[in-house]
């Protein structure tokens, strides 16, 4: 039931009390017209009300997320605890720079840790999430050819793999999309891209993820910065996946310019249904000038801000979401030099594991002897044979308590389900998710229908889409 | 080494052992060496979670909180309810992704269903998104949104919040949409200026209001002069809080409703996460950027929500998408749910009243102290020039635990008032500046 | 497939009648199969210009967007504002569900299928 529906006239929390001044009368002519509907409900309801959401909902602590590119790994308390201080909440964007040194030292060892993990120079807090960090970076690959008088320089390129906030984020840049297919391994195809670039004083670079969006760490990757560098491009990291590489390949060693990172993924801090998440932007020096907003600067342990000389601008008001900077950095200083390169590994780990005992009853995409962080499972063979598809199985997993790996993507595999089982999971859970996934398998071959009509035990079976989109109802209708 | 891993090394072995490799470090050998990273980390070592706790207060403890604030300029300090912090740290609530299972996901959606209806009942539209990452860049995606095939010219009012006009620079530098601004007069939006710039190429024309100064503009005629061309849009910036009382920006004629989220249940926080809310007139509903709830059927009948027009996002339209959102400010979408819930159509309206009516109870107590008031009509917001120092004034009231108002140059501040400041609070604030020479 | 006797058609699934120099421009009974449940289509504006072979439309179901090329170079002298409301009539009768009317026309695509050929590039699209 809707909030709306259970509120009552005259019932509400006593959360203000009256006003001590005298009451104040604006013009008539700028006061509502309308009436509020807002509801109207006693404490305890409200309570109720958002844990009985609570409960139709899926978390990490739910169960097993395994959501290729998406990261879910577990979301550390302590991270929650600190970001909730007073000592941060409490803190205006705008208070004078002496009373914010611990934002700013927040800031600071956020940037320098970031730094030291992708091997860039310069870090920005302000994107507010990846497809934000995208912009930015993109918009730093427009400043530098811009000041280099480069103008012609307007076109992209994004391999056919990519994430689809790629293209997207290049057109808001004003580029122009050139994609470039994938070879048979799914990875780069450097004669292919080397016959678009070679000479071509209109490229503004590439965009690119490494590992990629099917789990696999390419091979070519240096040729592929130096292809790009070579026409007079720069190289854009998407780090969707760093947490494949973390203190094993450094996307600034690879030969990329500047790289976005996902707090949310990487980084531990909880995706709250769809944001807040975080995206900072580092680049190599040759970019630093134009890099966004404001940054911090430290000197004999007084910080203070300092701006870019050439800056582009500001990409969001103030320093980004600076709480989730603070989850951020409370995970960064306990794992610390060791744990961090030991969370990759151990993502790493499980992935291999859990693809090698998957491929027992599904084909896994481009066939790789090792995968990274995730791997693409291709059921293909099982649509055609069973009509079971990659949704269907999903769909089945919903019954199963595990939440699937994501569907239909990438784009370059048709019957696509994407894994990404992250290191905070153990080999239990792991062996139970790879028995419900090889018995969704039988069942696709004995009674396939069974799967069509999953789920049954959610809190509602598969929703009809096509009626929500034809006919869209966005809100409630009040009376 | 703190972690949070939990495969023992003995499982880890086992596993290993399994997939045919020997060591761990196995399993990256195949990247090649020439971009291997061999060093260590330019880190400091793990720590447990007590020591990590300790060093993360330790830093918090260098801010300073201040009791009483009277600074807003786009970040404002209200009474945020108890119920909305229970609800935010449910784990599930918090850890969950962006609802694409819709069978699993429904408490995300149908919050995010609610919050849609809550905006639109606030700002009077009939179509709002569930939310995009603040104030700043609601309004530059509204501007870029606005984009026709013949009309790429924005006008925006040199009186909205600074920062959201820097940020909507940046949006026009990437699209190379043209940014005119319209000039300011007497600390509001020039209206005779504004109808010299109008063109027939013009998309959009975006005001604040109450402006950044605190003014309420002559939304309504504004509006008009940008309905007199074809195709041009009218957005209104708004504080949500004044729609507690206020006229909507449906009622003045805008076209789009944007603006900062942070004022219903957010705290400051240093500037993030707050969120910006979007919405719209039924007619410009695919315009919008982000994700969208609606309402539906399962296959029984039973209600349920699913993530909805989903071909105008990037996931779907990549390259021919209008916008790149992808993550938006769910959890802050729902604080805002449970902050505008908690607080009724009652309680909203008081809190609005008390944020006007204790502005101008200062206003008025520092024009008697010899301030002068620059505003003619404001909300909650106003600012004030005097002989005396700008920097006196705030350093005289820092002194004494208070932020003062945001200094805008050597004697002009702009002052804030919200719920929180009691009359004890003005009244003192009051007396102090009243002493500065 | 129903296929619409009096119309040519483009090897990118629209079908076009040429009467004179007007012609009215839908997609083929394959087309809305092969998309499924079409639930937004996206119109240009009378007035507005299109070439033979460039895109002009797109519509959209749950998961998908896809282009609509124009078999014609002309003027748009008025679009199916009904397509706007029930994109469903599409599915229901794609030979009906006209997209646009197009008048001055002074070009046609360069490949345009009758409809027994274009029976037989579908079947053959289709293995």
């Known amino acids: 039931m809707l909030i709306f529906e259970k509120s009552r006239p005259g019932r509400g929390c006593s959360a203000i009390p009256a006003c001590d001044v005298e009451q ?9 017209q309308s009436d509020l509907h807002l509801p109207e409900m006693a404490e305890v309801d409200l309570s109720r009300h958002y844990t009985e959401l609570a409960k139709k909902a899926h978390g990490v602590n739910d169960g097993f997320y395994p959501l290729g590119s998406c990261t879910m790994k577990y979301n550390p308390k302590i991270n929650e605890q600190m970001a909730g201080l007073d000592g941060f909440t ?107 670039c070679e000479g071509n004083d209109e490229i503004a670079g590439l965009m690119l993820t490494n590992p990629n969006t099917a789990g696999l760490f390419d091979p070519n990757i240096k040729e592929i910065t130096d292809i790009i560098h070579e026409c007079g491009g720069q190289c854009y990291y998407d780090g969707a996946n760093l947490n494949a590489v973390m203190g094993w390949a450094r996307p600034g060693d690879m030969g990329f310019d ?60 103030f320093y980004g979401n600076f709480l989730v900077a603070v989850k951020a950095l409370t995970y960064i200083r306990m794992l610390g030099k060791e744990g961090i390169p030991e969370a990759s590994k151990n993502a790493v780990l499980n992935a291999n594991y859990m693809m090698k005992k998957l491929s027992a009853a599904y084909d896994i995409a481009f066939k790789p002897e090792v995968c990274m962080h995730e791997f693409v499972m291709d059921l293909a063979r099982q649509a055609k044979e069973t009509g079971v598809t990659a949704m269907d199985i999903a769909k089945g997993l919903l019954d199963n308590n595990i939440h699937p790996p994501t569907m239909y993507f990438p784009l370059t595999v048709h019957e696509a389900l994407m894994a990404e089982p992250c290191e905070t999971e153990s080999k239990e859970t792991l062996d139970a998710a790879i028995d419900v996934f090889l018995s969704l398998n039988d069942i696709a071959y004995s009674n396939p229908e069974k799967l069509h009509q999953a789920p049954v035990k959610t809190p509602v079976t598969r929703l009809d889409e096509v009626g929500a989109a034809r006919h869209p109802v966005l809100k409630y209708e009040f009376e | 080494m703190g972690t949070f891993v939990p495969n023992t090394k003995a499982q880890q072995q086992e596993m290993l052992k399994e997939i045919g490799f020997e060591k761990l470090d196995d399993l990256f050998a195949h990247i090649p060496d020439a971009v291997k990273f061999k060093d260590e980390l330019d880190l400091p070592s793990g720590m447990s979670e007590m020591e990590a706790g300790k060093e993360i207060r330790k830093i918090a403890a260098k801010n300073r909180i201040y009791d009483t604030v009277f600074r807003g300029a786009g970040a404002y300090r209200h009474y945020i309810p108890a119920i909305v912090g229970s609800v935010l740290s449910n784990e599930t609530l918090q850890t969950a992704y962006t609802p694409y299972q819709a069978e699993i996901s429904q408490g995300v959606l149908q919050s995010i269903f609610e919050y849609q209806t809550m905006i639109c009942d606030l700002t009077g539209m009939d179509v709002s998104n569930a939310s995009v990452y603040d104030g700043g860049t609601a309004a530059g995606e509204a501007v870029a949104m606005c984009r026709g095939r013949k009309s790429n010219r924005a006008l925006v009012s040199a009186c909205i919040q600074p920062s959201v006009m820097k940020v909507i620079e940046t949006y026009c530098f990437g699209n190379e949409m043209e940014l005119v601004v319209i000039p300011e007069k007497d600390g509001k939006t020039d209206v005779e200026a504004l109808k010299e710039l109008m063109t027939e190429d013009t998309s959009c024309v975006l005001i604040q209001h109450p402006n950044y100064y605190g003014s309420l ?8 002069i940008a309905h007199s061309v074809k195709n041009c849009r009218f957005i209104m910036s708004v504080n949500p809080i004044t729609l507690g009382t206020m006229r909507t920006p449906r009622e003045y004629g805008a076209d789009f409703a944007v603006g900062e989220g942070q004022p219903l249940g957010l705290p400051l926080a240093f500037g993030g996460p707050f969120l910006g809310f979007m919405a719209s007139v039924d007619s410009m509903k695919r315009n919008l950027p982000g994700r969208i709830v609606g309402q539906t059927v399962d296959h029984n009948g039973k209600t349920g929500y699913v993530l909805t027009l989903q071909a105008r996002e990037q996931h779907i339209r990549r390259e021919k998408a209008s916008s790149n959102i992808c993550s938006n400010q769910a959890l802050c979408a729902l604080a805002v749910g449970v902050y505008l819930s908690a607080m009724g159509s009652e309680g909203l309206k ?34 004030t ?53 | 497939m129903e296929l619409k006797n009096d119309a040519l058609y483009m090897k990118s699934h629209e079908w076009v009648v040429i009467d004179g120099d007007t012609a009215t421009v839908g997609i083929s009974d394959f087309a809305q199969s092969e998309l499924g449940d079409l639930v937004f289509v996206n119109l240009p504006e009378p007035g507005d210009e299109v070439t033979a072979g460039e895109v002009f439309a797109d519509v959209e179901s749950v998961k998908a967007v896809s282009d609509i090329f124009s078999p014609v170079t002309g003027t748009i002298a008025e679009i199916n504002e009904e397509l706007l409301d029930a994109p469903e009539l599409i599915n229901e009768n794609a030979n009906d569900a006209w997209f646009i009317k197009v008048e001055n026309v002074t070009d046609k695509a360069e490949e345009l299928l009758t409809p027994e050929d274009y029976e037989v590039f579908c079947e053959e699209e289709q293995e």
């Not at chain 1, 104040?24 to 509502?32: N, S, V």
């Not at chain 1, 934002?103 to 920005?124: P, V």
């Not at chain 1, 807040?276 to 000197?299: I, N, Q, T």
């Not at chain 2, 101008?360 to 106003?382: P, V």
Request: glycine share 8%; hydrophobic share 35%.
């Open chain 2, 217 to 224: 503009e002559d939304a309504e005629e504004i509006g008009e």
């Open chain 1, 258 to 317: 500047c790289v976005h990172l996902n707090l949310h993924k990487t980084f531990s801090t909880p995706h709250g249904g769809g944001g807040p998440g975080s995206g900072p932007v580092g680049c190599k020096e040759h970019l630093a000038k134009f890099m966004p907003g404001v940054y911090a600067v430290e000197k004999d342990g007084v910080y203070d801000f300092a701006k870019a000389p050439e800056s582009l601008g500001e990409m969001k008001n």
């Open chain 2, 385 to 437: 020039s005097s002989d005396k120092k700008a920097s006196d004034v705030l350093k005289a009231l820092d002194d004494e635990g208070i932020l003062g108002g945001l200094p805008l140059d050597d004697n002009r501040i702009l002052w804030c008032c919200t719920e929180m400041n009691t009359k004890i609070d003005i009244d003192k604030a009051v007396a102090i500046v009243k002493e500065v020479k």
């Open chain 1, 90 to 196: 409490q803190i205006h964007p705008l208070q004078p720079v002496d009373t914010v040194q611990g934002c700013l030292q927040i800031l600071k060892e956020t940037e320098d840790a970031l730094s030291a993990i992708t091997g860039m120079s310069n870090f920005t807090l302000q994107p507010a999430a990846g497809a934000h960090g995208e912009f930015t970076g993109l918009l730093l690959i427009k400043a530098y050819h811009l000041s280099n008088g480069d103008t012609q320089r307007r076109k992209i390129i994004v391999p056919d793999s990519a994430h689809g906030t790629n293209p997207a984020s290049a057109v808001m840049a004003g580029m122009e999309v050139i994609n470039v297919d994938s070879d048979d391994k799914g990875l780069v195809d450097v004669e292919k891209l080397r016959q678009v």
């Open chain 1, 24 to 32: 104040y009368t604006l013009p008539d002519d700028d006061m509502r």
């Open chain 2, 350 to 383: 008081n809190v609005a009243s008390q944020c006007y009516s204790k502005a101008h109870y200062m206003a008025q107590k520092l024009a008697e102290a010899g301030f002068e008031i620059e505003n003619e009509e404001f909300f909650h917001e106003f600012v």
